[in-house]
């Protein structure tokens, strides 16, 4: 294994590490909080079809 090889997957693991605590730091942001509070109260806010019992 060459030297170029080691550090370019050195460089590709460090963007890749980057980039997940990007998407983390972004999904726990607080702005998200009422969006995903709503997704989370989702399933229990269904109500019954009204097209008289019929499956779609």
Known sequence: MSATWGH????????M???F????IWVWNRRHKDKYAALARLP???EPAHDGGKAR
Do not use: C, N, R
């Not at 370019?8 to 963007?15: E, R």
């Not at 605590?21 to 983390?24: D, L, N």
């Open 8 to 15: 370019l997957t050195g460089v590709l693991i460090v963007m």
């Open 17 to 19: 590490m980057a980039t």
């Open 21 to 24: 605590v990007g998407i983390w």
């Open 44 to 46: 229990m806010d269904d």
